[in-house]
């Protein structure tokens, strides 16, 4: 069970909380709440979402590409922060493999809609209208972020706002690139 106390600690956008009968351990969430990816040990949730489109998409489309998994919501600051720059990340990167894919949790497509007009993703975006994909990946608040290996496993986490323009967290994504 999850300390309300460390994710109230910890910055993070609670927007959506009743997330917690399958939430992380206070250790897991200590590491990955820190200022850079923590190491992802459990197996790799899966992943089945409609596009703004309606049409499902699986992680497993993205397979031979390393991908940002992004859970975000409308009235997340530091998401409205983080996409921009993820967005920027995933263009330069693109050639090399880099996806993103950002995972809406609970908005209507009429915000989506309006967020994107505002601050437009260079990815996919997806929507977890019920919160059922943000539970199985342990999304107990926004923004989650999580790095997916070419192989499709989920290899390093993140629970708040990443600096995206500082070496360690981008230097674990070109790292993944590379290897």
Same mark, same amino acid.
């Not at 927007?15 to 009968?21: C, D, G, Q, R, V």
């Not at 969430?29 to 820190?34: P, R, Y």
């Not at 920027?88 to 493999?97: D, P, Q, T």
């Not at 919160?131 to 972020?145: C, F, I, R």
């Given at each position: 069970m999850i300390s309300r106390r460390l994710l109230l600690q910890s910055g993070l956008s609670l927007?959506?909380?009743?997330?917690?009968?399958r939430a992380a351990s206070d250790d897991a969430? /200590?590491?990955?709440?820190?200022p850079d990816w923590a190491?992802?040990?459990?197996? %790799?949730? @899966?992943?089945?979402l409609p596009d703004l489109s309606g049409r499902e998409k699986k992680l497993s489309a993205?397979?031979?590409?390393v991908v940002i998994v992004s859970f975000w919501?409308?009235?997340?600051?530091?998401?409205?922060?983080?996409?921009?720059?993820?967005?920027?990340?995933?263009?330069?990167?693109?050639?090399?493999?880099?996806?993103l894919v950002a995972v809406n949790v609970g908005d209507s497509p009429a915000k989506i809609s309006t967020f994107l007009? /505002?601050?437009?993703?260079?990815?996919?975006?997806?929507?977890?209208?019920n919160? %059922?994909? @943000?539970?199985?990946?342990?999304?107990?608040?926004?923004?989650?972020?999580y790095l997916v290996d070419r192989g499709g496993s989920v290899r390093y986490w993140h629970l708040g706002q990443l600096d995206w323009k500082s070496d360690r967290v981008g230097g674990v994504v070109t790292a993944m690139l590379r290897a």
């Open positions: 927007a959506a909380l009743p997330w917690y009968a969430l /200590k590491k990955a709440t820190g190491p992802w040990t459990a197996p %790799t949730p @899966s992943l089945a993205w397979r031979g590409n919501a409308t009235s997340c600051e530091p998401c409205r922060d983080e996409i921009p720059i993820m967005s920027a990340m995933a263009k330069r990167h693109r050639e090399e493999g880099l996806r007009a /505002k601050w437009p993703v260079a990815g996919t975006v997806l929507h977890d209208r919160s %059922t994909a @943000s539970k199985q990946w342990d999304a107990v608040g926004l923004p989650a972020n």
